[in-house]
């Protein structure tokens, strides 16, 4: 498992046309991996380029509706206009 998860860093290196290096994998990876680990990973690309053909290098973003985002913003105005509310509540008590 982790010899793929360097193999998606190398995944995307290639993606990006950079030659995937020990270094260039190693600052690619979003998760610690032994050296060795790298290294082996490293290593079986150069033997088979082809194996890195059918991995994912991340997931493609997801697109929000407008709609869900409008939507999410007057939620959030009005909890927002709640909680200042409440504030005013609590500070007229003092």
Known sequence: MSQQIALIAIKALLDENKQPTLALVKGK???????????????AFKKDPSIVE??????????KEPKAIEQRVTELES?????LQRIEQLEAKN
């Open 29 to 43: 990876l979003t998760t610690r991996l032994p050296m060795p680990t790298v290294i082996a990973a490293l290593n």
């Open 54 to 63: 059918n991995l994912v290098a991340e997931a493609p973003p997801v697109k």
């Open 79 to 83: 909890q927002v206009q709640r909680l």
